[in-house]
């Protein structure tokens, strides 16, 4: 049984770092494409970046591009989002997710209803 486990979320003040990793457990993790997710109260789930099984092929949510990035550790079957400029608008529940991907696969799994497995969640706060 495929299960992901986030950690490092927190309060921070508008314009901070924060970092976020994701664990990963019950299968063989290189063989996943894997990425992260937030919601806001009252929004829709919606992409913060993905990155493919190999690890060459990354893609951000429209709101993230140039401040966020994605990267995988396969070796430690982690997969991790470094945040910079924080904003308030980043204030979400996070979420790591999970998909089976074939070998050379270059798909972009950009929607929720993709993935297969998820975390927890973990609370981001930004303030003003």
């Known amino acids: 049984q495929v299960q992901l486990e986030e950690s490092g979320g927190g309060l921070v003040q508008a314009g901070d770092s924060l970092s976020l990793s994701c664990a990963f457990s019950?299968?063989?993790?290189?063989?996943?494409?894997v990425g992260w997710f937030r919601q806001a109260p009252g929004k829709e789930r919606e992409l913060a970046g993905t990155i493919n099984r190999e690890g060459n092929t990354v893609y951000y949510g429209d709101t993230v591009k140039g401040r966020f990035c994605i990267s995988r550790e396969d070796a430690k079957n982690t997969e991790n989002l470094q945040m910079n400029t924080l904003v308030p608008e980043d204030t979400a529940v996070y979420y790591c997710?999970?998909?089976?991907?074939?070998?050379?696969?270059?798909?972009?799994?950009?929607?929720?209803?993709?993935?297969?497995?998820w975390g927890q969640g973990t609370q981001v706060t930004v303030s003003s």
């Open positions: 997710a999970a998909v089976p991907a074939f070998a050379g696969d270059e798909y972009i799994y950009s929607r929720a209803n993709e993935y297969r497995y």
């Open positions: 019950g299968d063989t993790f290189r063989t996943y494409a």
